[in-house]
């Protein structure tokens, strides 16, 4: 669901070919019938963005028919855990839970705990700082040891279990198909088929990607997956799972050692300025101290880190420099920032291999934003739309960005790609890759690391006689990497993200080594391990054919400790046996004393399977014998999860932003703590209970197609690529085409308040209308690929969406929309700039528009998110820019939305 | 039927010896699966990538996402895509219960043969040079017709055939094209002369000429790589193996094992084209699972190599040649008297 894996993933479907060639069932959920589809036992359309309700059913399904693996539901997860008393729930509430404001649209959640577990205090969440992503995989501080209530029998009315019953009960197989627009025998096809492969012998998978993240609603779309593979026993053990396929090759390498504002390498949180008072309080901030699990070691982590970043100067006198990190007051995310641009609250940008003017969401308030600043850097493999806005963005014919007149400085430092140079990549399944140079980079193309290297070497040239104190971080810096030539080393990088023992100068062999007190160095503790034994794990490449038994244990390394399956200790039941000998992984081998089996135990090796922890432990020694989930604060998976998540502790069907349906479950609409900016710039296609609907009748979706590479940079230039898909495409059901006189292969054009985008007509069978609430809802899709530079050209699709966010993880939607589409071609200039004021006059839409987002009271203020306070000119003045630009007329106009 | 120690027809044991190879490699070829071609066009660019054949044109073709159209000079691979509002097997294809109306299958596949014909070359450029589309025309899907049902797609990625009796080989006066030891066929550019008999002599309208340099060209099977112990660009980077590489005997073996595993599960669509040493090219050494009639991918249902008919045609030829020799010698003879 939410994935073509086909067709984005190809080389990783291979597996799912090699499973049906095995015997397992496919079933593809989704919107269309794709290449994905084409190859699947069963294609089950839905309407995009009704995940939640969907597989709400299949919870409510399997409760109902009892199908829940009871032993594994029991033991390894939180299902019979109660819940404090003041929890309300959405079925109370008409959508919301406990603890909702309405004036911030934030939750307190402290209703939302277990028990006599909580720690009280304030619970407000501060969503701003996108504060559930900064949990990671090891989830919020809660207080755990042996204090929560829980009912091993399920049957009290505040446990987990029973909320659960009660929240999805009207999740029923009719309201689905009412929601979803999915026919009813097949959903409950696909739930027999699901809950049938899943239990003690057989275990089923998930796959999912963008098409889950790019939504209002998208971590919950993952938590409702997560519920019913922990209901059915399906995480932790071979053939289950939950799988994210991510977006980029390294994009898991890229969250685990982030380029995200709200994270440091292996998810430790950015110091806040609330929590980055100093070490103590930012530590207390991540880990509660008498918390159970792993993240209780993040002082070791932490100061780990320090000590890589400042190497001798990180002392325990001065908390290892711990003040030289910066603090974030609030959302600092890609598109707060590219807001933030057109505002004149940031004057300079990198761009390392992004293309925002044609890949993110609202692509003319990107592209504004870019027109807006001093200077700014893009490095690439070609001349992406990016570097070349300024005299080919479309807002050249409307006459917004005047070429001569755009303020903006580019520099352009073409990029050496991935065969001319060394490193590694971080797969989907955690896994390291490295890969060795094939031939040496072609003219000025130079590699990231020989970029980075070597600008913050000159900036530390630069700044080596200044006095003052704010340079210390930059001057203090151990910026001493191995040196190849003028290229730094991959591999040393990589030793010192393995850590090292700094009274030995050794390499450690993993986090177990790292310690709190400065004798060791680390620069992301979940990769420590890589370098093992002082080997590049990561180059391994011994194949599974050559390892009969194992889990291809030496292709390669996963973080952490090259295992292979996570929490992996719940493929064996509470005694240590495996469930199943079909589904084995690892065990508990009582003669040895140890764990042991095909995969590296995700558990203390020597830890029983009956172990009590005594009475005061934290930590790590907290975990009982049978607690898998070792990275959660309580040890269990989550069922319920009673903090982390800004929207809910229990996933709840909430329309999308932009739609063209109430919600048929509750009053409230939308995510009631999404993130939406009412702005000229910004405007949103009403959704109910707004009125004027019907002007953006259709649910558009986009997607990419195998032949083309996300923004189109790494594929419109290729000839052999631009060939296979040559122009910009909307498909379109026979039953549309015929309802808007649209043919196939010609011009039509999508419109929502934002842009009116080109493109040729594919009629297909692919697309399917769909009955939802009693009425045909028809769904219109376009790959995204396509802008005014390259080999093969057309109108930027991400045009069309504007920017609404998911509360946890700043996600954009932009896998979902409400549209209009027309026979022929766009008017273009002045002209399209009054189609679209007269499609927003006709719909009524406002900066109002879509902010009002608590709908269950009707009184309730609009919401937009807060902007923070004007601060560019002060930071200009302090940069010594005396000489500020006054603004141009190439800054944006205002609309009268 | 031979002609001499040459057969022109029907099955061939070793096409590698009887070409003059001695102490050869086995022959080998592609088995080619569609029910597991995810459409991902990577052998077509892999082999572009490999054999530096170069692009032929950014025109949107229409023919559900297939953009190269056929195989020719400038596409030695090429992924057919077909829709058809039936069902495969016991796929489900999520059409039942929807508020749909009829198919556009065959509608779009109309536009896009309509404006084919507008072409220059009535699409004949198709997978060799530029094609302007020619302008559209036709208008929105018909109303009226049978409600959709179902829905399946097929995908299948076409290549040279290779075959027993290659008529692209048996018709080339310059000796260009040659059977390798591997028994493949591969097209010699320093020796072609651009006669184009071969692209008439094809079958399966494999062989084309190039515009720009007038001489043909072909699949090679990576005649290349395959000296080099390799596999072809195509079957290496094919992700879920619908193309295999392997010497024919063994993937005959295999593809027959694969079309009885479909049946049972089933596909029982599922069929062998190509494989046959009885048919009219004596067997192909790339040969093909299909999943419907070979016309509905493109592929003629009963190619003929057209040198079958070489020796009927001698034969017919010299009885002429004696009949009018004989009646020469008969008007000479007559006319001595």
């Given at each position: 669901?939410?994935?073509?894996?086909?067709?984005?993933?190809?080389?990783?479907?291979?597996?799912?070919?090699?499973?049906?060639?095995?015997?397992?069932?496919?079933?593809?959920?989704?919107?269309?019938?794709?290449?994905?589809?084409?190859?699947?036992?069963?294609?089950?359309?839905?309407?995009?963005?009704?995940?939640?309700?969907?597989?709400?059913?299949?919870?409510?399904?399997?409760?109902?028919?009892?199908?829940?693996?009871?032993?594994?539901?029991?033991?390894?997860?939180?299902?019979?855990?109660?819940?404090?008393?003041?929890?309300?729930?959405?079925?109370?509430?008409?959508?919301?839970?406990?603890?909702?404001?309405?004036?911030?649209?934030?939750?307190?959640?402290?209703?939302?705990?277990?028990?006599?577990?909580?720690?009280?205090?304030?619970?407000?969440?501060?969503?701003?700082?996108?504060?559930?992503?900064?949990?990671?995989?090891?989830?919020?501080?809660?207080?755990?040891?042996?204090?929560?209530?829980?009912?091993?029998?399920?049957?009290?009315?505040?446990?987990?279990?029973?909320?659960?019953?009660?929240?999805?009960?009207?999740?029923?197989?009719?309201?689905?198909?009412?929601?979803?627009?999915?026919?009813?025998?097949?959903?409950?096809?696909?739930?027999?088929?699901?809950?049938?492969?899943?239990?003690?012998?057989?275990?089923?998978?998930?796959?999912?990607?963008?098409?889950?993240?790019?939504?209002?609603?998208?971590?919950?779309?993952?938590?409702?997956?997560?519920?019913?593979?922990?209901?059915?026993?399906?995480?932790?053990?071979?053939?289950?799972?939950?799988?994210?396929?991510?977006?980029?090759?390294?994009?898991?390498?890229?969250?685990?050692?982030?380029?995200?504002?709200?994270?440091?390498?292996?998810?430790?949180?950015?110091?806040?300025?609330?929590?980055?008072?100093?070490?103590?309080?930012?530590?207390?901030?991540?880990?509660?101290?008498?918390?159970?699990?792993?993240?209780?070691?993040?002082?070791?982590?932490?100061?780990?880190?320090?000590?890589?970043?400042?190497?001798?100067?990180?002392?325990?006198?001065?908390?290892?420099?711990?003040?030289?990190?910066?603090?974030?007051?609030?959302?600092?995310?890609?598109?707060?920032?590219?807001?933030?641009?057109?505002?004149?609250?940031?004057?300079?940008?990198?761009?390392?291999?992004?293309?925002?003017?044609?890949?993110?969401?609202?692509?003319?308030?990107?592209?504004?934003?870019?027109?807006?600043?001093?200077?700014?850097?893009?490095?690439?493999?070609?001349?992406?739309?990016?570097?070349?806005?300024?005299?080919?963005?479309?807002?050249?014919?409307?006459?917004?960005?005047?070429?001569?007149?755009?303020?903006?400085?580019?520099?352009?430092?073409?990029?050496?790609?991935?065969?001319?140079?060394?490193?590694?990549?971080?797969?989907?399944?955690?896994?390291?890759?490295?890969?060795?140079?094939?031939?040496?980079?072609?003219?000025?193309?130079?590699?990231?690391?020989?970029?980075?290297?070597?600008?913050?070497?000159?900036?530390?040239?630069?700044?080596?006689?200044?006095?003052?104190?704010?340079?210390?971080?930059?001057?203090?810096?151990?910026?001493?990497?191995?040196?190849?030539?003028?290229?730094?080393?991959?591999?040393?990088?990589?030793?010192?993200?393995?850590?090292?023992?700094?009274?030995?100068?050794?390499?450690?062999?993993?986090?177990?080594?790292?310690?709190?007190?400065?004798?060791?160095?680390?620069?992301?503790?979940?990769?420590?391990?890589?370098?093992?034994?002082?080997?590049?794990?990561?180059?391994?490449?011994?194949?599974?054919?050559?390892?009969?038994?194992?889990?291809?244990?030496?292709?390669?390394?996963?973080?952490?400790?090259?295992?292979?399956?996570?929490?992996?200790?719940?493929?064996?039941?509470?005694?240590?046996?495996?469930?199943?000998?079909?589904?084995?992984?690892?065990?508990?081998?009582?003669?040895?004393?140890?764990?042991?089996?095909?995969?590296?135990?995700?558990?203390?090796?020597?830890?029983?399977?009956?172990?009590?922890?005594?009475?005061?432990?934290?930590?790590?020694?907290?975990?009982?014998?049978?607690?898998?989930?070792?990275?959660?604060?309580?040890?269990?998976?989550?069922?319920?999860?009673?903090?982390?998540?800004?929207?809910?502790?229990?996933?709840?069907?909430?329309?999308?932003?932009?739609?063209?349906?109430?919600?048929?479950?509750?009053?409230?609409?939308?995510?009631?703590?999404?993130?939406?900016?009412?702005?000229?710039?910004?405007?949103?296609?009403?959704?109910?209970?707004?009125?004027?609907?019907?002007?953006?009748?259709?649910?558009?979706?986009?997607?990419?197609?195998?032949?083309?590479?996300?923004?189109?940079?790494?594929?419109?230039?290729?000839?052999?690529?631009?060939?296979?898909?040559?122009?910009?495409?909307?498909?379109?059901?026979?039953?549309?085409?015929?309802?808007?006189?649209?043919?196939?292969l010609?011009?039509?054009?999508?419109?929502?308040?934002?842009?009116?985008?080109?493109?040729?007509?594919?009629?297909?069978?692919?697309?399917?209308?769909?009955?939802?609430?009693?009425?045909?809802?028809?769904?219109?899709?376009?790959?995204?690929?396509?802008?005014?530079?390259?080999?093969?050209?057309?109108?930027?699709?991400?045009?069309?969406?504007?920017?609404?966010?998911?509360?946890?993880?700043?996600?954009?939607?932009?896998?979902?929309?409400?549209?209009?589409?027309?026979?022929?071609?766009?008017?273009?200039?002045?002209?399209?700039?009054?189609?679209?004021?007269?499609?927003?006059?006709?719909?009524?839409?406002?900066?109002?528009?879509?902010?009002?987002?608590?709908?269950?009271?009707?009184?309730?203020?609009?919401?937009?998110?807060?902007?923070?306070?004007?601060?560019?000119?002060?930071?200009?003045?302090?940069?010594?820019?005396?000489?500020?630009?006054?603004?141009?007329?190439?800054?944006?106009?205002?609309?009268?939305? | 039927?031979?002609?001499?120690?040459?057969?022109?027809?029907?099955?061939?044991?070793?096409?590698?010896?009887?070409?003059?190879?001695?102490?050869?490699?086995?022959?080998?070829?592609?088995?080619?699966?569609?029910?597991?071609?995810?459409?991902?066009?990577?052998?077509?660019?892999?082999?572009?990538?490999?054999?530096?054949?170069?692009?032929?044109?950014?025109n949107l073709l229409g023919?559900?996402?297939?953009?190269?159209?056929?195989?020719?000079?400038?596409?030695?691979?090429?992924?057919?895509?077909?829709?058809?509002?039936?069902?495969?097997?016991?796929?489900?294809?999520?059409?039942?219960?929807?508020?749909?109306?009829?198919?556009?299958?065959?509608?779009?596949?109309?536009v896009v043969a309509g404006r084919l014909r507008q072409a220059e070359?009535g699409g004949?450029?198709?997978?060799?040079?530029?094609l302007d589309p020619g302008v559209p025309g036709g208008?929105?899907?018909?109303?009226?017709?049978?409600?959709?049902?179902?829905?399946?797609?097929?995908?299948?990625?076409?290549?040279?055939?290779?075959?027993?009796?290659?008529?692209?080989?048996?018709?080339?006066?310059?000796?260009?094209?040659?059977?390798?030891?591997?028994?493949?066929?591969?097209?010699?550019?320093?020796?072609?002369?651009?006669?184009?008999?071969?692209?008439?002599?094809?079958?399966?309208?494999?062989?084309?000429?190039?515009?720009?340099?007038?001489?043909?060209?072909?699949?090679?099977?990576?005649?290349?790589?395959?000296?080099?112990?390799?596999?072809?660009?195509?079957?290496?980077?094919?992700?879920?193996?619908?193309?295999?590489?392997?010497?024919?005997?063994?993937?005959?073996?295999?593809?027959?094992?694969?079309?009885?595993?479909?049946?049972?599960?089933?596909?029982?669509?599922?069929?062998?084209?190509?494989?046959?040493?009885?048919?009219?090219?004596?067997?192909?050494?790339?040969?093909?699972?299909?999943?419907?009639?070979?016309?509905?991918?493109?592929?003629?249902?009963?190619?003929?190599?057209?040198?079958?008919?070489?020796?009927?045609?001698?034969?017919?030829?010299?009885?002429?040649?004696?009949?009018?020799?004989?009646?020469?010698?008969?008007?000479?003879?007559?006319?001595?008297?």
């Open positions: 669901m939410g994935s073509n894996m086909a067709e984005a993933h190809p080389v990783g479907f291979q597996w799912v070919v090699e499973a049906k060639a095995r015997g397992a069932k496919v079933v593809h959920v989704d919107p269309r019938f794709t290449r994905t589809s084409a190859l699947a036992d069963m294609h089950v359309p839905l309407r995009a963005g009704s995940d939640i309700a969907f597989l709400g059913g299949v919870v409510n399904y399997i409760l109902a028919n009892d199908k829940i693996f009871r032993d594994y539901v029991v033991a390894y997860t939180n299902a019979s855990f109660l819940v404090d008393e003041r929890f309300a729930d959405t079925e109370d509430l008409d959508g919301l839970f406990s603890g909702y404001d309405p004036s911030s649209a934030t939750y307190d959640t402290t209703s939302w705990q277990y028990e006599r577990g909580g720690p009280g205090g304030d619970h407000r969440a501060h969503k701003e700082h996108a504060s559930g992503h900064q949990y990671g995989s090891g989830g919020p501080a809660v207080e755990t040891t042996s204090t929560i209530a829980r009912d091993a029998t399920l049957q009290h009315p505040r446990c987990v279990y029973q909320l659960l019953k009660r929240h999805y009960a009207r999740y029923t197989p009719e309201m689905v198909e009412q929601t979803c627009g999915t026919p009813r025998d097949q959903f409950l096809q696909l739930c027999d088929w699901w809950t049938e492969a899943s239990g003690r012998e057989r275990t089923s998978a998930v796959v999912y990607a963008l098409g889950w993240t790019q939504h209002t609603v998208g971590a919950q779309f993952i938590r409702t997956a997560t519920i019913v593979q922990l209901l059915l026993g399906n995480i932790g053990r071979p053939g289950g799972g939950i799988m994210a396929m991510r977006g980029h090759a390294s994009i898991q390498g890229s969250t685990d050692i982030p380029t995200l504002f709200n994270l440091l390498p292996g998810y430790l949180p950015m110091p806040s300025t609330e929590s980055g008072k100093d070490l103590a309080t930012y530590l207390g901030s991540i880990a509660a101290h008498n918390q159970k699990g792993f993240w209780r070691n993040a002082d070791a982590y932490t100061v780990s880190l320090l000590k890589e970043y400042w190497g001798e100067h990180a002392t325990g006198e001065n908390d290892y420099c711990f003040d030289y990190l910066p603090r974030i007051n609030g959302d600092h995310g890609t598109y707060r920032s590219a807001m933030d641009m057109i505002d004149g609250r940031v004057f300079g940008f990198f761009l390392l291999g992004q293309n925002p003017a044609v890949g993110s969401a609202n692509g003319r308030l990107q592209r504004l934003g870019l027109a807006n600043l001093d200077w700014l850097v893009v490095r690439d493999l070609a001349m992406t739309e990016s570097a070349t806005f300024w005299k080919n963005a479309p807002e050249i014919a409307t006459g917004e960005i005047v070429p001569e007149e755009c303020r903006t400085e580019v520099f352009f430092f073409p990029a050496a790609a991935h065969t001319e140079k060394d490193g590694s990549f971080t797969n989907t399944q955690r896994l390291l890759q490295w890969r060795e140079k094939a031939v040496d980079p072609s003219g000025d193309q130079r590699s990231e690391l020989w970029f980075l290297y070597h600008l913050g070497r000159r900036v530390q040239q630069l700044l080596a006689s200044s006095t003052d104190p704010r340079d210390r971080p930059v001057q203090d810096l151990a910026w001493d990497y191995a040196v190849q030539g003028d290229e730094p080393d991959a591999a040393d990088v990589l030793r010192r993200i393995n850590g090292h023992d700094l009274t030995t100068g050794e390499l450690v062999d993993g986090y177990l080594d790292l310690a709190a007190d400065g004798t060791t160095s680390c620069g992301c503790w979940i990769y420590s391990g890589v370098f093992a034994g002082g080997v590049n794990q990561a180059a391994r490449r011994s194949p599974r054919t050559t390892r009969p038994g194992d889990f291809s244990l030496e292709w390669a390394w996963a973080w952490p400790y090259n295992r292979r399956i996570l929490y992996n200790r719940a493929s064996a039941d509470p005694g240590g046996r495996p469930w199943s000998d079909a589904k084995a992984c690892v065990w508990w081998d009582a003669a040895k004393g140890e764990w042991t089996g095909h995969d590296v135990p995700d558990f203390e090796r020597a830890k029983k399977p009956d172990y009590v922890p005594p009475d005061g432990a934290v930590g790590v020694a907290a975990l009982h014998g049978d607690d898998p989930f070792v990275m959660q604060a309580d040890g269990k998976g989550w069922l319920f999860a009673p903090a982390g998540l800004h929207d809910g502790p229990l996933p709840t069907h909430y329309e999308p932003h932009e739609s063209p349906f109430a919600n048929p479950f509750y009053a409230q609409q939308g995510n009631p703590t999404r993130m939406v900016y009412g702005r000229p710039d910004n405007p949103s296609n009403p959704s109910p209970p707004e009125a004027h609907t019907d002007v953006f009748p259709y649910v558009l979706t986009t997607a990419r197609l195998t032949e083309h590479h996300t923004a189109g940079g790494m594929s419109r230039n290729l000839p052999y690529l631009a060939e296979l898909q040559p122009a910009l495409t909307v498909e379109v059901s026979p039953e549309l085409a015929r309802e808007r006189g649209l043919e196939h010609g011009w039509a054009h999508v419109v929502t308040s934002r842009a009116a985008v080109d493109a040729r007509v594919l009629v297909t069978d692919r697309m399917k209308p769909l009955r939802v609430q009693q009425r045909v809802v028809h769904q219109i899709w376009m790959p995204y690929h396509w802008g005014p530079a390259g080999l093969v050209t057309g109108d930027v699709v991400n045009d069309l969406f504007g920017i609404s966010l998911d509360p946890n993880v700043l996600i954009q939607e932009s896998k979902v929309a409400t549209c209009d589409v027309r026979a022929g071609r766009r008017p273009r200039g002045p002209d399209l700039v009054r189609y679209l004021e007269d499609y927003r006059r006709r719909a009524g839409v406002t900066v109002a528009t879509g902010t009002r987002i608590d709908t269950a009271h009707p009184t309730a203020p609009a919401h937009s998110a807060p902007r923070p306070g004007p601060v560019a000119e002060e930071v200009r003045r302090r940069l010594g820019a005396a000489e500020v630009a006054p603004p141009t007329p190439t800054r944006p106009r205002t609309e009268d939305a | 039927m031979t002609l001499g120690t040459h057969p022109l027809y029907g099955p061939v044991d070793d096409v590698a010896t009887q070409a003059g190879h001695v102490g050869h490699p086995p022959r080998v070829g592609f088995f080619t699966d569609t029910s597991v071609c995810i459409g991902c066009k990577a052998c077509e660019v892999a082999c572009k990538e490999w054999n530096a054949v170069p692009e032929d044109g950014f023919m559900s996402l297939d953009n190269t159209g056929m195989l020719g000079a400038d596409s030695w691979r090429h992924v057919a895509f077909v829709e058809q509002p039936r069902r495969l097997g016991r796929q489900d294809g999520g059409v039942a219960g929807l508020p749909v109306g009829p198919s556009s299958t065959s509608y779009a596949a109309g070359r004949g450029e198709l997978g060799t040079a530029p208008g929105p899907p018909p109303p009226g017709g049978a409600d959709r049902m179902d829905f399946r797609w097929l995908m299948l990625s076409d290549v040279c055939k290779h075959c027993t009796h290659a008529g692209c080989l048996d018709v080339c006066p310059t000796g260009a094209l040659f059977r390798t030891e591997f028994g493949t066929v591969v097209v010699q550019d320093d020796i072609c002369n651009g006669c184009g008999y071969c692209v008439s002599g094809c079958p399966f309208g494999v062989i084309d000429r190039r515009p720009t340099d007038g001489q043909a060209h072909k699949c090679t099977l990576c005649y290349d790589r395959l000296r080099d112990g390799l596999e072809p660009a195509c079957a290496k980077a094919c992700p879920t193996d619908s193309i295999q590489f392997g010497t024919l005997d063994e993937l005959r073996d295999r593809a027959r094992g694969r079309v009885a595993q479909l049946h049972a599960l089933g596909a029982t669509e599922a069929r062998l084209y190509g494989d046959d040493p009885d048919d009219g090219v004596g067997g192909c050494g790339a040969f093909f699972l299909l999943l419907d009639e070979p016309e509905v991918y493109g592929l003629p249902p009963d190619p003929v190599v057209p040198t079958r008919d070489l020796g009927r045609m001698w034969k017919a030829a010299g009885v002429a040649a004696l009949a009018l020799a004989a009646a020469a010698f008969s008007v000479f003879v007559e006319g001595r008297r």
